[in-house]
């Protein structure tokens, strides 16, 4: 079978925690890694509320000055003094100080992270990270860190190289789960940064941790969504990651399809899948979770962020045997591509194209398909438009056809406008598409010579070409 993949991923933006927890999705970056930064929420019970414990029991006078902190506001004019306090040797004053500095990064705009990695608090803050006597201060230390984390490539590294990725691996374990989450999402930043990064999160072991903290607490609907995009960053990129790291995160994913309902969270734990299913000897394993029949009710959705991705997990699945296109199709896909194949985005036409191509590999699935004459009309409108990349997967289609399918089939998708848009492309298209069109030629003339057909209209247009 003829077919390849699109290497443009989905969108590549960074999301933060606001004021009331919503996901703010901002900078494009490349390949398709979320980033995000926490932002503050007043009525959080972990952060501005009272807390119950800070150290010890008896250090009731630090727990209340903890408290009353939790109250205030900053600003970046207290930068200065914060910081000083975060570089005494006095416990009240390392609270306040790191209070204070996770809350001026947390603000949506003019976050001072260049100046936190300036004035070098990034190697304090990690050693806040390792006070498991201090569990407050460990919690704040994180976060502050977790900001830093969504800023640029070079704020990350200034992390990464201080050995950040070991210190947050670190808390994933036999922490309180409020320290164990924000770890999580530190870890999901700096998976973002790309494949070598989030290599060495895979190496330490993270995902299984991650997988192990979700599963312990089943019923919490906020860890799990937090969780699931962090794991989404850990399973992308180029390369691959290896199989035997993300396996374990496979049963999250296919749980995700059925119980997310934050639809950003949806789309990454579905792009996630698109590289679970990118490797043919996983397609059985994939099909076997019960994934396609998800997948296809998800089409339904709105989202670009759903349907993309959801449309590249089953045009993956389409590269594999004639038996799994065939399940797919009994899954009722054809409907959902009659539809989708008029939506006016590009990306979602191009997905659609590129399946059709991979799909049209047998009689059975030929005759299937031309029973839904608007997706042939459509093909042929696409043929004749400047998309130039949409085009060449509708000649795959039409090569495909040629070559699979019954002359009842050929005469039901060719038409005399067919012959003049190919004269077309062999007059003046590109050399692709040129040799495309060839082979479609040459294999609509094998088949119509094969049923008898010779010296028809196909021979008689064809010569005008």
Same mark, same amino acid.
């Given at each position: 079978?003829?077919?390849?993949?699109?290497?443009?991923?989905?969108?590549?933006?960074?999301?933060?925690?606001?004021?009331?927890?919503?996901?703010?999705?901002?900078?494009?970056? *490349? &390949? +398709?890694?979320? !980033?995000?930064?926490?932002?503050?929420?007043?009525?959080?019970?972990?952060?501005?509320? #009272? /807390?119950?414990?800070?150290?010890?029991?008896?250090?009731?006078?630090?727990?209340?000055?903890?408290?009353?902190?939790?109250?205030?506001?900053?600003?970046?004019?207290?930068?200065?003094?914060?910081? +000083? @306090?975060?570089?005494?040797?006095?416990?009240? #004053? %390392?609270?306040?100080?790191?209070?204070?500095?996770?809350?001026?990064?947390?603000?949506?705009?003019?976050?001072?992270?260049?100046?936190?990695?300036?004035?070098? $608090?990034?190697?304090?803050?990690?050693?806040?990270?390792?006070?498991?006597? %201090?569990?407050?201060? %460990?919690? &704040?230390?994180?976060?502050?860190?977790?900001?830093?984390?969504?800023?640029?490539?070079?704020?990350?590294?200034?992390? /990464?190289?201080?050995?950040?990725?070991?210190?947050?691996?670190?808390?994933?374990?036999?922490?309180? $789960?409020?320290?164990?989450?924000?770890?999580?999402?530190?870890?999901?930043?700096?998976?973002?940064? =790309?494949?070598? %990064?989030?290599?060495?999160?895979?190496?330490?072991?993270?995902?299984?941790?991650?997988?192990?903290?979700?599963?312990?607490?089943?019923?919490?609907?906020?860890?799990?969504?937090?969780?699931?995009?962090?794991?989404?960053?850990?399973? !992308? =990129?180029?390369?691959?990651?290896?199989?035997?790291?993300?396996?374990?995160?496979?049963?999250?994913?296919?749980?995700?399809?059925?119980?997310?309902?934050?639809? +950003?969270?949806? =789309?990454?734990?579905?792009?996630? $899948?698109?590289?679970?299913?990118?490797?043919?000897?996983?397609?059985?394993?994939?099909? +076997?979770?019960?994934?396609?029949? #998800?997948?296809?009710?998800?089409?339904?959705?709105?989202?670009?962020?759903?349907?993309?991705?959801?449309?590249?997990?089953?045009?993956?699945?389409?590269? =594999?045997?004639? &038996?799994?296109? &065939?399940?797919?199709?009994? @899954?009722?896909?054809?409907?959902?591509?009659?539809?989708? /194949?008029?939506?006016? @985005?590009?990306?979602?036409?191009?997905?659609?194209?590129?399946?059709?191509?991979?799909?049209?590999?047998?009689?059975? *699935?030929?005759?299937?398909?031309?029973?839904?004459?608007?997706?042939?009309?459509?093909?042929?409108?696409?043929?004749?438009?400047?998309?130039?990349? $949409?085009?060449?997967?509708?000649?795959?289609?039409?090569?495909?056809?040629?070559? @699979?399918?019954?002359?009842?089939?050929?005469?039901?998708?060719?038409?005399?406008?067919?012959?003049?848009?190919? #004269?077309?492309?062999?007059?003046?298209?590109?050399?692709?598409?040129?040799?495309?069109?060839?082979?479609?030629?040459?294999?609509?003339?094998?088949?119509?010579?094969?049923?008898?057909?010779?010296?028809? *209209?196909?021979?008689?247009?064809?010569?005008?070409?």
């Amino acid at each position: 079978m003829d077919s390849h993949k699109w290497k443009d991923e989905g969108p590549s933006v960074k999301k933060k925690r606001d004021e009331f927890m919503t996901e703010i999705r901002q900078h494009k970056r *490349v &390949e +398709e890694f979320m !980033r995000s930064r926490q932002i503050l929420k007043p009525d959080d019970p972990n952060t501005d509320g #009272k /807390i119950t414990s800070v150290d010890n029991p008896e250090m009731a006078h630090l727990r209340e000055f903890v408290n009353e902190n939790l109250k205030k506001t900053f600003s970046n004019e207290d930068f200065s003094w914060l910081a +000083e @306090n975060i570089k005494s040797e006095d416990i009240f #004053k %390392q609270h306040l100080g790191v209070i204070g500095l996770r809350k001026i990064l947390a603000r949506k705009t003019n976050t001072p992270i260049q100046d936190v990695i300036d004035i070098n $608090l990034v190697p304090r803050l990690l050693y806040f990270m390792e006070r498991d006597d %201090q569990p407050h201060l %460990q919690l &704040e230390a994180a976060w502050a860190l977790t900001n830093v984390c969504s800023g640029s490539t070079f704020q990350t590294k200034s992390i /990464i190289d201080k050995g950040g990725i070991k210190s947050f691996v670190r808390l994933l374990k036999n922490r309180p $789960l409020n320290i164990s989450e924000q770890a999580i999402w530190a870890l999901g930043n700096i998976s973002a940064e =790309g494949s070598s %990064q989030r290599d060495v999160i895979l190496e330490e072991g993270a995902l299984d941790s991650v997988v192990e903290i979700l599963l312990a607490n089943i019923d919490n609907k906020k860890l799990w969504s937090h969780g699931r995009w962090a794991l989404s960053n850990m399973c !992308r =990129g180029r390369p691959a990651p290896r199989f035997e790291y993300v396996f374990k995160s496979f049963p999250i994913f296919i749980d995700a399809l059925q119980t997310e309902e934050n639809p +950003e969270v949806l =789309g990454d734990c579905i792009w996630a $899948l698109t590289y679970f299913s990118e490797a043919k000897e996983r397609i059985p394993f994939i099909i +076997e979770a019960g994934t396609i029949p #998800k997948l296809v009710n998800h089409l339904r959705k709105p989202q670009l962020s759903i349907l993309i991705p959801a449309l590249r997990v089953i045009g993956n699945i389409l590269l =594999g045997s004639q &038996e799994q296109c &065939e399940y797919v199709l009994e @899954n009722g896909i054809l409907p959902y591509y009659d539809e989708l /194949i008029k939506h006016p @985005n590009k990306a979602i036409q191009r997905e659609i194209c590129w399946s059709i191509s991979n799909l049209v590999t047998s009689q059975k *699935v030929i005759e299937e398909l031309i029973q839904f004459p608007d997706i042939i009309k459509t093909l042929m409108k696409i043929l004749e438009s400047e998309a130039i990349d $949409l085009r060449q997967e509708v000649l795959w289609t039409f090569r495909n056809i040629f070559k @699979n399918g019954s002359i009842n089939a050929i005469d039901q998708v060719v038409n005399g406008d067919f012959f003049e848009i190919i #004269k077309s492309i062999l007059q003046e298209g590109h050399h692709d598409h040129k040799c495309i069109a060839l082979e479609a030629i040459y294999y609509l003339l094998e088949t119509t010579r094969r049923f008898g057909r010779i010296g028809t *209209v196909y021979d008689l247009s064809l010569i005008h070409i």
